[in-house]
């Protein structure tokens, strides 16, 4: 039997999907032994090429039936970093970049910049290159996000500008590869490969690992991919290569995928259930980063769900102690137990440095149990800001929405957090007609935005996500212009609200971390607050605490006081006092 008909037939019994069989062979594979494609066949042309050649005589030859058997059987391993032995159809050298230069763009969110990030420490290692010039690159890279039909719509925009780039290609150069990475390379699968031709490499969250074999099998002029779902891959063994290594801020992934299945939500079937990387590993990220020279101030930890983490992997801690969930919140899944839990991860990442500023994100509402708010409050150089995701202000579409609250839990939980840590700056994402949506429901949600005044929101018209709940038992039934009406008067009104909530800063001196210069002015400086808002200061001399006598000007990085003289919804303007440390910041200037 041919090695292909192997595939095929180890496909067929284990019911595994076209692109979940065997993630490590090319997609795009001759007619006879592919039902993905009527075009995958090499061309004369391309046969004539030696080096093409020679990979498909190897391919040929490749593994066995109980190559696929073993595979399938085999508990899944920790995988490497580096570059382990190749698969039997490749050559060690054909897995390294030489020097082929990569063009990467990030689109959506920070998790997507973390992946971003992760990705290119992988092809780092394998000898790639890395160019900001996208005329001069061998190898384009587009980090996905799927949340919205917008973001797709975005990328397919640009696949075709890239689409006229790759067929400019001059001869005398290698040809031009293209990939598409993340959420969206997850989603849609075969429609990516078969409707843009000219995408040669696809791989999902949880498959950069195989991004330099991916690489090599697209050199032969195969399309590639992996979309395999991992239970347990958490990247927890490779460093990050920041991508901004002049900015003030770095965000650390210490888990991966989500379990909440709420009804809109396209996340779990993107990037796979939830898993938390090991304490042990997130904590040695931090050290290395604040150690590193010039490091920044500002370290966000991140996750689909950030405070739902739970770290197994040491047997002493894995006992049957049960989840604390906020007051008046339930979950879609069965309570988890055992574990270290997000109060000691964030208790512990805290102590690597005094003067780093730590913040999270995206929490979930029902995972703020009092030790959690304890800790914040308590803990200086924790920032005393929390996203609290509402997504809409009407307990019935909250239940449709199967969010695990009503809105009074809701409101309930925000004076809770507003007691416990005085001065909290809260911000929130709100969907504006969600399925089912009424005149009155929407009402709702905007008595919420008045009720709590956000200083920050996150505010969009819902777009209905296929595979999701929602897809499957509930009608988009309301209409494009009635959705889009909502938002702009949810915006309005957050804005009006959070306007008053930031006036409130007004007269008061805040603790600033300095940015770098104003987008709007060069003599200006801007920076952030505890809260996350920006604040915008005249670039003048000032004392420096920690030396006294000592004029100096500020710099990206450095802490300052600064006297709050004006608001809107989301700036806050000021008068700059001196230069200090969170840990002299009460001093006076």
């Known amino acids: 039997m041919h090695p292909l008909q192997c595939v095929l037939q180890v496909q067929r019994s284990l019911g595994w999907g076209p692109l979940a069989s065997v993630s490590w062979l090319s997609l795009r594979m001759c007619r006879a032994h592919s039902s993905l494609s009527s075009t995958t066949c090499p061309s004369p042309e391309r046969q004539e090429d030696g080096a093409r050649k020679d990979f498909s005589s190897r391919l040929a030859t490749g593994p066995t039936f109980q190559h696929f058997l073993k595979s399938a059987s085999a508990p899944q391993e920790k995988l490497s970093s580096e570059v382990e032995d190749p698969p039997p159809y490749l050559m060690m050298d054909e897995l390294l970049g030489r020097e082929r230069k990569v063009y990467l763009e990030t689109y959506g969110c920070q998790m997507n910049v973390n992946d971003t990030e992760i990705a290119w420490s992988i092809l780092q290692k394998s000898g790639y290159l890395r160019t900001s010039n996208l005329q001069e690159a061998d190898v384009i890279l587009l980090v996905t996000c799927s949340i919205r039909e917008k973001a797709e719509q975005t990328i397919w925009n640009r696949l075709h500008q890239l689409k006229a780039l790759k067929t400019r290609r001059p001869r005398s150069r290698v040809p031009l590869r293209i990939g598409i990475l993340g959420c969206m390379a997850e989603r849609l699968k075969e429609e990516i490969l078969n409707r843009e031709k000219m995408v040669d490499v696809l791989a999902g969250p949880d498959a950069y690992r195989d991004l330099p074999r991916l690489l090599a099998v697209a050199e032969s002029g195969q399309q590639a991919a992996n979309v395999l779902l991992s239970l347990d891959e958490t990247y927890a063994d490779v460093m990050p290569v920041q991508t901004s290594p002049s900015a003030t801020s770095a965000f650390v992934s210490i888990m991966r995928g989500c379990d909440n299945m709420c009804s809109y939500c396209i996340v779990p079937f993107t990037r796979g259930r939830e898993r938390s990387r090991p304490v042990a590993s ?46 008046g919140f339930t979950t879609n899944y069965k309570a988890k137990q055992g574990g270290l839990r997000f109060a000691h991860l964030l208790d512990q990442v805290s102590r690597v440095d005094p003067e780093m500023r730590i913040r999270f994100t995206s929490p979930h509402p029902k995972d703020f149990p009092d030790e959690v708010l304890q800790l914040i409050h308590e803990r200086d150089n924790i920032c005393k800001q929390i996203h609290l995701p509402a997504q809409s202000g009407s307990s019935r579409v909250l239940e449709a929405m199967r969010r695990g609250y009503s809105r009074e839990a809701y409101v309930e939980l925000v004076h809770h957090i507003k007691e416990s840590i005085p001065g909290v700056s809260l911000s929130s994402d709100f969907i504006a007609g969600f399925c089912g949506e009424t005149e009155e429901d929407h009402v ?7 009720e709590v005044q956000y200083n920050m929101g996150f505010l969009f018209a819902y777009s209905m996500r296929q595979k999701t709940r929602a897809y499957h038992r509930l009608k988009d039934d309301v209409p494009e212009e009635v959705k889009l009406r909502r938002l702009e008067e949810l915006i309005t009104v957050f804005r009006e609200e959070a306007t008053k909530a930031n006036q409130m800063s007004v007269g008061c001196t805040q603790l600033v971390l300095v940015e770098g210069l104003s987008k709007r002015s ?18 003048a001399e000032m004392e420096d605490v920690s030396n006294p006598g000592l004029r100096v000007r500020a710099q990206p990085g450095d802490y300052v006081l600064v006297k709050i003289t004006s608001a809107s919804s989301q700036t806050l303007r000021g008068h700059v006092l001196c230069r200090t440390t969170l840990k002299d910041s009460s001093a006076n200037c």
Not at 444 to 450: G, N
């Open 282 to 327: 997130i904590l040695e990220e931090v050290k290395k980063l604040s150690d590193s020279p010039g490091f920044l101030a500002v370290m966000t930890l991140l996750g689909q769900n950030v405070n739902s983490f739970r770290d197994n992997s040491e047997v002493q801690f894995n006992n049957a102690v049960s989840t604390n969930l906020s007051r």
């Open 522 to 539: 060069a003599t200006d400086l801007c920076g952030r607050n505890d809260g996350n808002l920006k604040v915008i200061f005249p670039d």
């Open 444 to 450: 709702q949600t905007v008595s919420l935005l008045r």
